[in-house]
C-alpha cells in the first residue's frame, strides 16, 4: 500500500490594500467596482510568503518542519535565497533545507512535486511549500489590471493528510510569450491573441485532456476545478474548451484580487480545500512554459478556519493611482535613489535573530524579558544569565504612540509607538513581555488609541543599499482574533 501524501493545513496571505481598476485609468474609486490586491511599500514577495507561512503553521501547532521551498518569479533578490531569509523570519531551526524554486509560473506546482517526492522517500517528514508574486507591468499597460499581489502556503506531510495528492502530470512546451529578463523590473509579452491562443489555451487545455486519459477519468468527475489563466477572459475560454460544469469551476478571484503569478492556481486550490466536503475531488492545472496537471481527494474534514474568506474581508480601498505608484516607487524623483550600503554585514550578522525573528531573551534569575538583548539583566543585575524567547506569535499592547508626518511614506503620517509584548501559554495564561518600539501598519490615524491591542507581521523597513532590509511591524488584530486574547 503506497503513503498517503498530501496537504495537512493551508493558508493564504493577500494584501490590505485594493486598487479599484477604474483607478487605474482615471476613474473615481467605486465600492462595487473589480478590484485587485496589492502588496504595499513594506511589502514584497518575501514578506507575503511569512505571512501566509504563519497563518499556515498557526492552525497546525508550529509542527516539526524539515524542509521549506519558496517559489517566486519576483524575489527582491537574483542570487541570495529567499527561503533563508523566510527560514529566519519564522525562527526555524539551522537544519532545515531550504530551497527556492523561481522563473516559471509553473514554480508553484513544482514545489509542491517536489515537496510530495520528498515525503514519499523518506528524506523529510514534512515540508513548507509557499508560492509568493508581486509581479509588475509599466504602468499604464493593458495587463495592470489583471496582476495581483499575493502568497500561498501548504504544509505538505503524511502523519495528517486532509487534502490528500491522488495524482500528477506535467509537459513543457517553449514559447515566448510571457518574460522578464534579468535586469528588467517589468514583465514583457506581444502578440496577445497569438500566445494566448497556441500557448496557454491549447497547453494547459491539452495537458488537462492528456492528463484524464492518463488516470482514466474525466474532468466532470471531479467537484472542484483550478484553472491558471492569465486574466478573465482566457479563464472563461478553458473552462469552456474543457466543458466544466457551471457549479464545478473555482473562482479565479480576478476582479477581488487578480492573478498573483506563481500562487494563482493554489489561492483556488485553498478556497476549494477550505469549502468542500470529505469525499470531494479537485483537479488543479497551473501554465508556464508547458504545464502541471494535479489532482487532489479530501480525505479528512477541512479546516474549521477560512484564511481565504477572512482575507478577502480585510481591505483598504487606495483612493488615488498617484498613491499606488508611490508605493511600488513608480514614480520619477529629482534625486537618484542613493545607493550606500547602510547597516554593515557584521551588525546585520550579530542581529539577524532579533530583526528577522524577533528573538529576545528572558533573565533565568528574575524572568524579566528583554528586547533588544544585551548582557546585564536591567531588572536584577544578573549578567549572561539568559534564555532566548521568540516573540513574533505573541501579541502586543499599545503603551504610546506617534503620529510623524515628515518621515517620507506613501500615506503619510507614519505611525509609531512603544508597545508592551502580552504573552499567552497554552493553558491560557498572560504575562507581559518587553517593551519595544515599533511602527503601527494597517491602521487608521484617527484609529490609533493607547490600549489597543496589535500583532506582529514581517516587513520591509527600508531599502539601503537599495535592497529590502526586513523588521517588524505591528497591526491591529480583527474582532476573532481579539476573542482569543
Same mark, same amino acid.
Given at each position: 500500500?503506497?503513503?498517503?501524501?498530501?496537504?495537512?493545513?493551508?493558508?493564504?496571505?493577500?494584501?490590505?490594500?485594493?486598487?479599484?481598476?477604474?483607478?487605474?485609468?482615471?476613474?473615481?474609486?467605486?465600492?462595487?467596482?473589480?478590484?485587485?490586491?496589492?502588496?504595499?511599500?513594506? %511589502?514584497?514577495?518575501?514578506?507575503?510568503?511569512? %505571512?501566509?507561512?504563519?497563518?499556515?503553521?498557526?492552525?497546525?501547532?508550529?509542527?516539526?518542519?524539515?524542509?521549506?521551498?519558496?517559489?517566486?518569479?519576483?524575489?527582491?533578490?537574483?542570487?541570495?535565497?529567499?527561503?533563508?531569509?523566510?527560514?529566519?523570519?519564522?525562527?526555524?531551526?539551522?537544519?532545515?533545507?531550504?530551497?527556492?524554486?523561481?522563473?516559471?509560473?509553473?514554480?508553484?506546482?513544482?514545489?509542491?512535486?517536489?515537496?510530495?517526492?520528498?515525503?514519499?522517500?523518506?528524506?523529510?517528514?514534512?515540508?513548507?511549500?509557499?508560492? /509568493?508574486?508581486?509581479?509588475?507591468?509599466?504602468?499604464?499597460?493593458?495587463?495592470?489590471?489583471?496582476?495581483?499581489?499575493?502568497?500561498?502556503?501548504?504544509?505538505?506531510?503524511?502523519?495528517?493528510?486532509?487534502?490528500?495528492?491522488?495524482?500528477?502530470?506535467?509537459?513543457?512546451?517553449?514559447?515566448?510569450?510571457?518574460?522578464?529578463?534579468?535586469?528588467?523590473? *517589468?514583465?514583457?509579452?506581444?502578440?496577445?491573441? $497569438?500566445?494566448?491562443?497556441?500557448?496557454?489555451?491549447?497547453?494547459?487545455?491539452?495537458?488537462?485532456?492528456? $492528463?484524464?486519459?492518463?488516470?482514466?477519468?474525466?474532468?466532470?468527475?471531479?467537484?472542484?476545478?483550478? #484553472? *491558471?489563466?492569465?486574466?478573465?477572459?482566457?479563464?472563461?475560454?478553458?473552462? +469552456?474548451?474543457?466543458?466544466?460544469? !457551471?457549479?464545478?469551476?473555482?473562482?479565479?478571484?480576478?476582479?477581488?484580487?487578480?492573478?498573483?503569478?506563481?500562487?494563482?492556481?493554489?489561492?483556488?486550490?485553498?478556497?476549494?480545500?477550505?469549502?468542500?466536503?470529505?469525499?470531494?475531488?479537485?483537479?488543479?492545472?497551473?501554465?508556464?512554459?508547458?504545464?502541471?496537471?494535479?489532482?487532489?481527494?479530501?480525505? /479528512?474534514?477541512?479546516?474549521?478556519?477560512?484564511?481565504?474568506?477572512? @482575507?478577502?474581508?480585510? &481591505?483598504?480601498?487606495?483612493?488615488?493611482?498617484?498613491?499606488?505608484?508611490?508605493?511600488?516607487?513608480?514614480?520619477? +524623483?529629482?534625486?537618484?535613489?542613493?545607493?550606500?550600503?547602510?547597516?554593515?554585514?557584521?551588525?546585520?550578522?550579530?542581529?539577524? !535573530?532579533?530583526?528577522?525573528?524577533?528573538?529576545?531573551? &528572558?533573565?533565568?534569575? =528574575?524572568?524579566?524579558?528583554?528586547?533588544?538583548?544585551?548582557?546585564?539583566?536591567?531588572? =536584577?543585575?544578573?549578567?549572561?544569565?539568559?534564555?532566548?524567547?521568540?516573540?513574533?506569535?505573541?501579541?502586543?499592547?499599545?503603551?504610546?504612540?506617534?503620529?510623524?508626518?515628515? $518621515?517620507?511614506?506613501?500615506?503619510?503620517?507614519? #505611525?509609531?509607538?512603544?508597545?508592551?509584548?502580552?504573552?499567552?501559554?497554552?493553558?491560557?495564561? !498572560?504575562?507581559?513581555?518587553? &517593551?519595544?518600539?515599533?511602527?503601527?501598519?494597517?491602521?487608521?490615524?484617527?484609529?490609533?488609541?493607547?490600549?489597543?491591542?496589535?500583532?506582529?507581521?514581517?516587513?520591509?523597513?527600508?531599502? @539601503?543599499?537599495?535592497?529590502?532590509? *526586513?523588521?517588524?511591524?505591528?497591526?491591529?488584530?480583527?474582532?476573532?482574533?481579539?476573542?482569543?486574547?
Amino acid at each position: 500500500m503506497s503513503m498517503m501524501v498530501g496537504v495537512e493545513t493551508a493558508a493564504c496571505c493577500i494584501p490590505y490594500r485594493r486598487l479599484s481598476l477604474p483607478v487605474i485609468r482615471g476613474g473615481r474609486n467605486d465600492a462595487a467596482a473589480p478590484e485587485r490586491a496589492v502588496a504595499w511599500f513594506d %511589502e514584497d514577495s518575501i514578506t507575503m510568503a511569512v %505571512e501566509a507561512a504563519r497563518q499556515c503553521l498557526a492552525y497546525a501547532q508550529w509542527p516539526d518542519i524539515d524542509g521549506l521551498i519558496l517559489a517566486s518569479t519576483s524575489s527582491p533578490y537574483d542570487e541570495k535565497q529567499g527561503a533563508s531569509i523566510v527560514a529566519r523570519a519564522l525562527n526555524l531551526p539551522s537544519h532545515v533545507s531550504t530551497m527556492d524554486v523561481a522563473q516559471s509560473l509553473r514554480a508553484g506546482t513544482t514545489a509542491i512535486q517536489y515537496a510530495v517526492a520528498a515525503v514519499k522517500s523518506g528524506e523529510m517528514k514534512r515540508v513548507l511549500v509557499l508560492a /509568493s508574486d508581486e509581479r509588475a507591468v509599466a504602468p499604464g499597460s493593458p495587463g495592470e489590471i489583471d496582476l495581483g499581489d499575493g502568497a500561498v502556503a501548504l504544509l505538505i506531510g503524511a502523519d495528517d493528510v486532509k487534502l490528500a495528492l491522488s495524482g500528477s502530470r506535467s509537459t513543457n512546451n517553449e514559447m515566448m510569450d510571457v518574460w522578464r529578463r534579468s535586469g528588467d523590473r *517589468y514583465l514583457h509579452s506581444w502578440e496577445d491573441r $497569438f500566445i494566448k491562443k497556441h500557448g496557454y489555451q491549447h497547453v494547459l487545455v491539452s495537458a488537462v485532456r492528456e $492528463f484524464c486519459e492518463s488516470y482514466r477519468c474525466e474532468v466532470k468527475d471531479f467537484s472542484r476545478v483550478c #484553472l *491558471y489563466a492569465p486574466d478573465p477572459r482566457s479563464h472563461k475560454t478553458a473552462v +469552456s474548451e474543457l466543458n466544466v460544469a !457551471k457549479e464545478c469551476v473555482q473562482d479565479p478571484f480576478f476582479g477581488r484580487v487578480g492573478n498573483i503569478g506563481v500562487g494563482a492556481a493554489l489561492l483556488q486550490l485553498v478556497a476549494a480545500f477550505e469549502s468542500l466536503n470529505v469525499g470531494d475531488r479537485i483537479l488543479l492545472a497551473s501554465y508556464g512554459d508547458g504545464a502541471d496537471v494535479l489532482a487532489f481527494e479530501l480525505v /479528512s474534514a477541512p479546516p474549521s478556519h477560512a484564511t481565504v474568506p477572512r @482575507a478577502l474581508e480585510r &481591505r483598504k480601498p487606495v483612493l488615488r493611482y498617484q498613491d499606488f505608484l508611490s508605493a511600488k516607487g513608480l514614480q520619477h +524623483s529629482e534625486y537618484a535613489d542613493a545607493d550606500y550600503q547602510g547597516i554593515s554585514a557584521t551588525v546585520q550578522y550579530r542581529n539577524a !535573530k532579533e530583526n528577522l525573528g524577533l528573538v529576545g531573551q &528572558r533573565c533565568k534569575s =528574575c524572568d524579566t524579558h528583554q528586547f533588544p538583548r544585551g548582557r546585564v539583566c536591567g531588572q =536584577c543585575g544578573e549578567k549572561d544569565s539568559w534564555e532566548e524567547v521568540c516573540y513574533s506569535r505573541d501579541f502586543a499592547r499599545l503603551l504610546t504612540y506617534t503620529k510623524d508626518a515628515f $518621515f517620507p511614506a506613501p500615506e503619510p503620517p507614519t #505611525l509609531a509607538g512603544i508597545v508592551e509584548v502580552e504573552r499567552h501559554s497554552v493553558d491560557g495564561g !498572560k504575562s507581559r513581555g518587553p &517593551r519595544m518600539h515599533i511602527q503601527v501598519a494597517e491602521c487608521e490615524k484617527d484609529a490609533l488609541r493607547c490600549g489597543m491591542q496589535l500583532k506582529f507581521v514581517f516587513r520591509c523597513i527600508h531599502r @539601503a543599499g537599495k535592497r529590502p532590509n *526586513y523588521f517588524w511591524k505591528c497591526v491591529p488584530i480583527d474582532e476573532r482574533e481579539s476573542q482569543a486574547v
